[in-house]
């Protein structure tokens, strides 16, 4: 699957971007599930300033932050050294990040996220992966019917086989009384294409996962390119 075309020309003022390809009118016709991360920031931050619209002013968040853990993480003072964003907009996004923090913890079962295909982890992380300036390693628990429990981020630097501790990735899983998982890290320059460290990492922790008898269900790249599933490919897994 590809990555989706911009919506907008990173050249264009807002008000050169069509109407119909604003995040606001966006919502209102797709819906907001169908929205990328950067759309539905740019919808709470509002308005951009002389120097970036609303959109780029997104952008910086996600990149400066490599992500939305990241931005729930980052303090009102972190927040308001991003261009575009002050004390008023920084306090928005705070209460919109702890309000879906809330949400996730709230969550009955039956409302859970359940993954099935690459398709459905590129909507879960995608397009936010595809942006991250570092590689990351993130772990995906998933239940007996495939719900997603919790997503993990376990390496953040270069992800390759001397530094990724399968115990430590199997520990996540234990201890979350996961019984599947799928591994996603993001590659910066863009090719999607697994290395031999890759497919050698993704051998190891689907050996570690039958014996203590965890699914691995995929290993699967991020890049702007789009996502590449390892267990689609038969790379690193029998």
């Known amino acids: ?31 907001a599930p169908n929205l990328t991360t950067l759309e539905l920031l740019a919808i709470i931050v509002s308005s951009g ?3 970036a619209h609303v959109l780029h002013v ?58 099935t295909s690459p398709d459905d982890v590129w909507r879960l992380v995608g397009p936010e992966m595809a942006l991250l300036e570092q590689e990351e390693l993130r772990l995906v628990l998933l ?28 520990r996540a899983a234990i201890r979350e009384n996961a019984t599947a998982i799928v591994l996603v890290h993001n590659h910066p320059s863009g090719d999607n294409s697994p290395s031999e460290q890759d497919i050698g990492m993704t051998r190891q922790v689907f050996e570690a996962g039958r014996m203590l008898d965890i699914q691995v269900l995929d290993h699967i790249i991020i890049a702007q390119r789009g996502p590449f599933s390892m267990k689609e490919r038969g790379l690193g897994f029998p």
């Open 1 to 31: 699957m590809a990555l989706p075309a911009p919506l907008w020309d990173s050249r264009l003022t807002l008000a050169e971007v069509p109407k119909a390809d604003r995040p606001r009118e966006r919502l209102k016709t797709i819906g």
């Open 49 to 51: 300033t002389s120097r």
């Open 58 to 115: 997104a952008e910086d968040l996600v990149r400066t932050f490599q992500g939305l853990p990241g931005i729930y993480k980052a303090n009102l003072a972190e927040l308001q050294d991003i261009v575009g964003i002050g004390e008023v907009r920084a306090i928005q996004l705070k209460a919109a990040m702890e309000l879906g923090q809330r949400l996730t913890q709230s969550l009955l079962p039956e409302d859970r996220t359940t993954v």
């Open 143 to 170: 239940n007996t019917r495939n719900e997603v429990l919790r997503m993990q981020l376990l390496y953040r630097g270069s992800v390759n086989t001397a530094q990724v501790r399968v115990a430590e990735i199997m």
